[in-house]
């Protein structure tokens, strides 16, 4: 079972691996306001009334979210300012994920059962020789993002990935 610090550690990951996403987008000139102005996104705290989440999560202390202490299991709900979520995935290439010690296992177009469009990451990764499994969605309009985490230890798959798939579908702008 993953410690908090261990959790923390996670979290702290995927915010690295999101500014670098950040930094290839400008870098692109798809986000380039001018000759030496790019966009520089920032990232708040997500209404958590957004999701509705599975049975025994409880919110969190530790981050904005939910975790289930037995499986060591969060959810973190965080919006991104300045970018909408095309912007974001066009930088989550496979080499870019590879770069970050991440393995794609799926990436699909998303839409909530509310009629929000997003992109759908699947990955995994290993946090100290335990694998992970990690959902990453970014939804929304072009003036709101959503981008939901959902990390868990991969032997609780077939446990937690149906439970998730039923979460991430109950996206609310």
């Not at 939910?66 to 080499?95: C, F, H, M, P």
């Amino acid at each position: 079972m993953m410690s908090f610090n261990q959790i923390k550690k996670c979290l702290s990951v995927l915010c690295f691996v999101f500014l670098g996403v950040t930094y290839l987008n400008a870098q692109n000139d798809s986000i380039k306001q001018s000759e030496d102005n790019f966009i520089h996104p920032s990232i708040i705290e997500g209404d958590l009334k957004c999701i509705t989440v599975p049975n025994q999560f409880e919110p969190s202390d530790l981050f904005n979210g939910y975790l289930r202490k037995d499986v060591s299991a969060s959810i973190v709900v965080s919006e991104v300012k300045e970018l909408n979520y095309i912007q974001i995935t066009d930088g989550y290439t496979d080499a870019f994920l590879e770069s970050q010690e991440m393995n794609l296992i799926n990436k699909e177009k998303f839409i909530s059962d509310n009629g929000i469009k997003g992109t759908l990451f699947k990955v995994d990764f290993l946090v100290k020789d335990i694998p992970i499994t990690r959902y990453m969605l970014f939804a929304g309009t072009l003036d709101k993002t959503i981008w939901i985490n959902i990390s868990y230890p991969s032997k609780f798959e077939e446990l937690l990935s149906p439970e998730f798939e039923k979460t991430l579908k109950s996206l609310k702008l």
